[in-house]
């Protein structure tokens, strides 16, 4: 654990540093941009709705009036989105330092994406899997650029269904919520498995913010799961600003390492100051992580081309 607390004063420096950063319309997405802009970085916002987008721009350039700042339309759980998001930011920009996989969704009645796969997993994991394949090569090799892949304490329950992934024959809110967050973390550490082989200068690094309140449980449409997690326990959970702090930690520390998982280091690590975590069993499994690797470029349709030391 880091040994006192560590707050957005000790984020180095930004300045000249391009990030994106998914589902940055509110909530930890919020946060996340909102430190980084205000230590100087260039912060594109990638989000679903454009009217929230430039409201969380205006509430960031209130507090930093000199951010730099880029609201951009994405929708994950649709691939073509994806595609175009990534297109149009490759026109645009020729490297990038920080990609933070952060958007999500949380147990709503069973739907599929435009493409039909189940939404959650859809949204949290296989456009983030699209999305950080086809900007991979666009990373700076500058020994500092990141993949930081944002997960939960909820992927120690999830279980990856392979021959079930969309929940046609059983489905649980809850359980493919668990399902995609497992995901995440199974992605983030075979991404570093794969970069690590090919001696790439891009870091991927996992994080998780904890319990915090924000629309992720408000606006969940399950009844029991928003009476518990948005109201019965919210007095118990942390500010966004607060679990923000190990997906910045996980984004800007220096001493992090590809392959780490930043995590609150408080009981259960719903809360608490950023330290070092070990990822579930099964996220670790590289036979897993391979799997899933493996039918995630099949679903998306997406390869990966390794960035290498220059």
């Known amino acids: 654990m880091t040994r006192e607390r560590w707050t957005i004063d000790r984020i180095p420096d930004q300045s000249g540093r391009i990030a994106v950063v998914t589902g940055a319309a509110s909530g930890v997405g919020l ?6 802009a205000m230590r100087g970085g260039e912060v594109i916002l990638a989000v679903r709705d454009m009217e929230r987008g430039r409201r969380a721009a205006a509430a960031i350039t209130a507090a930093a009036p000199h ?5 951009r339309p994405l929708d994950l759980a649709d691939l073509d989105s994806v595609r175009s998001f990534a297109a149009e930011l490759r026109e645009r920009r020729s490297r990038l330092d920080l990609l933070v996989n952060n ?24 456009g983030h899997f699209a999305l ?17 892949t944002v997960s939960s304490p909820n992927h120690r329950q999830g279980r990856i ?31 570093h498995r794969l970069l690590a082989r090919a001696d790439s200068p891009v870091r991927s690094v996992l994080a998780h913010p904890g319990y ?35 997906i910045l930690y996980a984004a800007t520390e220096p001493t992090v390492k590809g392959g780490e998982f930043i995590a609150p280091g408080g009981t259960g690590e719903l809360r608490g100051a950023p330290t070092r975590v070990a990822a579930a069993e099964r996220a670790s499994d590289e036979a897993t ?11 998306t349709g997406v390869g990966f081309t390794l960035p290498t030391a220059v």
Do not use: C
Not at 219 to 245: C, F, H, I, N, S
């Open 31 to 36: 946060a996340t941009a909102r430190a980084l």
């Open 67 to 71: 951010a730099r700042l880029d609201v």
């Open 103 to 126: 958007a999500g969704i949380m147990a709503p009645p069973r739907s599929l994406s435009p493409q039909g796969h189940e939404l959650q997993f859809a949204t949290n994991h296989l």
């Open 132 to 148: 950080t394949g086809l900007l991979l090569d666009r990373l700076a090799a500058d020994g500092n650029s990141r993949v930081v």
């Open 161 to 191: 269904a392979f021959d079930d992934l969309d929940g046609e024959r059983a489905y649980s809110p809850m359980g493919h919520y668990n399902q995609s967050k497992l995901a995440n973390a199974a992605f983030g550490l075979h991404l």
């Open 212 to 246: 915090v309140a924000t629309n992720l449980q408000k606006e969940t449409p399950v009844g029991m799961v928003r009476l518990l997690y948005g109201r019965l326990l919210a007095p118990l959970a942390q500010k966004p600003a607060d679990g923000a702090l190990p």
């Open 289 to 299: 992580g391979r799997r899933l690797w493996d039918v995630s470029e099949e679903l």
